[in-house]
């Protein structure tokens, strides 16, 4: 059943000291073919004049609401953003991401075309200003970074059929958002995802707008990947999901450990180890820089490219292993679970956490990608 309501819609950003992106931030919203009825920000308590620069934006024709979150964190102030606005639909946004000028209007659209859907997902670009940055967004996002690449069918042909998308491009009914409690506030990170799978599991119709598009930035040196990978694993393992990704990752880094403590039986398993490392680096980091650039364009993307796949791996492995640590050994996390989960259908609710992609979707693109 189709109904063309106009909707009213709430950009929902949370922000903590990020002046400097306040301008590219703001220019793109108001750029925008379709403009939010509402924007609220919800400020974890910035100390670099963040509010201030938002706050030249108003007498636009879009009221700005910017209200406190002292709780910090993304879904505490998700939550508070929420609860300061009435409108039927939540566009959900990180503060420092681009949104393209028919964002809005394309992540829109579906709730006014069909009353029974409660979550659509929009997808991500890479947003990309050096070399380093590159071969992060080659290796750590790969299938976002050639996405434009591809035509519309050809994107449509390649989406996952059941939606699990995060805070970074979802837009969300209202009543969806309180029917689900909005996001748990006890996780620093991956609060978005566990509210998506809520809202699987509660049987909210999802739906993937592809031409629904915005640039996410990239971590632009090792310290902050690390920090990035580290907490968005050691919030998987706070909330007991595993992610297929990191299940690979034991799987690799377990064998590679394994056959180097057989090293005490043969000289020949710690070369068989080597081997495999070298396999791995290739096929899982240089091969891809290699598949976006169409080549080696330079030679210092191969060191690169190596440092950036280990500090990945290592990173969320930790984070993982600390998170599930703390979900055995804390209470509180199980307990919050619980009652945030609870009276779910087990079928639905999934152990398990897929990855961003389809299975099998990087080997379809870069088919696609071969004949375009």
Not at 42 to 53: F, I, R, V, Y
Not at 60 to 83: C, D, E, F, K, S
Request: glycine residues 8%; aromatic residues 8%.
């Amino acid at each position: 059943m189709t109904n063309s309501t106009r909707k009213r819609v709430a950009l929902v950003m949370p922000v903590r000291n990020d002046a400097a992106a306040v301008r590219p931030t703001m220019d793109a919203i108001f750029a925008s073919t379709r403009l939010p009825d509402e924007i609220v920000i919800a400020d974890g308590l910035s100390t670099d004049g963040t509010p201030e620069l938002i706050k030249e934006y108003e007498g636009r024709g879009v009221p700005i609401h910017i209200i406190p979150n002292p709780a910090l964190w993304a879904g505490g102030g998700r939550n508070a953003a929420v609860r300061a606005t009435t409108c039927d639909i939540l566009v959900l946004d990180d503060f420092g991401n681009i949104i393209e000028p028919g964002y809005i209007e394309a992540i829109v659209r579906p709730f006014e075309e069909d009353e029974q859907i409660e979550l659509v997902s929009g997808l991500f670009q890479m947003n990309v200003t050096n070399d380093f940055e590159h071969c992060v967004a080659a290796i750590h996002y790969f299938e976002n970074y050639i996405l434009d690449r591809l035509s519309l069918d050809e994107v449509r042909r390649l989406l996952p059929q059941v939606i699990l998308p995060g805070g970074l491009c979802t837009a969300v009914t209202r009543r969806m958002w309180l029917a689900a409690g909005g996001q748990p506030e006890w996780l620093a990170k991956g609060q978005d995802k566990l509210f998506s799978r809520k809202v699987y599991a509660l049987g909210g119709k999802s739906v993937i707008a592809p031409d629904a598009r915005l640039r996410h930035h990239v971590r632009s040196n090792i310290g902050d990947l690390f920090r990035q990978v580290f907490f968005y694993g050691r919030g998987n393992g706070q909330m007991r999901f595993i992610s297929r990704h990191v299940a690979r990752l034991m799987l690799v880094y377990g064998s590679l450990a394994a056959l180097l403590l057989l090293g005490f039986v043969s000289y020949l398993f710690p070369i068989l180890a080597s081997l495999l490392f070298l396999a791995y680096v290739w096929r899982a980091g240089v091969r891809k820089v290699l598949l976006v650039d169409g080549g080696l364009k330079k030679l210092r993307y191969v060191p690169m490219s190596c440092l950036i796949l280990v500090t990945r791996d290592i990173g969320s492995l930790l984070g993982h292993l600390l998170g599930w640590m703390e979900w055995i050994t804390k209470p509180r996390f199980r307990e919050l679970y619980r009652l945030y989960m609870r009276e779910l259908p087990a079928e639905r609710v999934s152990v398990l956490a897929p990855d961003g992609a389809a299975p099998g979707m990087v080997g379809k693109m870069l088919r696609a990608l071969r004949v375009s």
